[in-house]
Nanobody, 114 residues
Framework: QVQLVESGGGLVQAGGSLRLSCAAS????????MSWFRQAPGKEREFVAG????????WYADSVKGRFTISRDNAKNMVYLQMNSLKPEDTAVYYC???????WGQGTQVTVSS
């Protein structure tokens, strides 16, 4: 199994940036594609970004394309989400996930003020 712990959330003004980190434990981390999801109050959890096990391919939700960048460092068992040009509608709890094995972190709150 892979255990995931997110960090880096916080309060930021619109137009600002944040970098989320996801620390993974487990020797098999580098075997899995990883994703970021988010859930805003009163809304369903939605996909944000994904990356293959090697980091060679990435993909994004249309709502964040061109503003967010997902990356990973398998040597450090880390996944990152760089978020630029943040908007109030990006406010949500952000989750790191290894969906193939249904492993999820506890989430980190991101709040963007207008």
């Amino acid at each position: 199994q892979v255990q995931l712990v997110e960090s880096g959330g916080g309060l930021v003004q619109a137009g600002g940036s944040l970098r989320l980190s996801c620390a993974a434990s487990g020797r098999t981390f580098s075997s899995y594609g990883m994703s970021w999801f988010r859930q805003a109050p009163g809304k369903e959890r939605e996909f944000v970004a994904g990356i293959t096990w090697s980091g060679g391919s990435t993909w994004y939700a249309d709502s964040v394309k061109g503003r967010f960048t997902i990356s990973r460092d398998n040597a450090k068992n880390m996944v990152y989400l760089q978020m630029n040009s943040l908007k109030p509608e990006d406010t949500a709890v952000y989750y790191c996930a290894a969906k193939a094995i249904d492993s999820w972190g506890q989430g980190t709150q991101v709040t963007v003020s207008s």
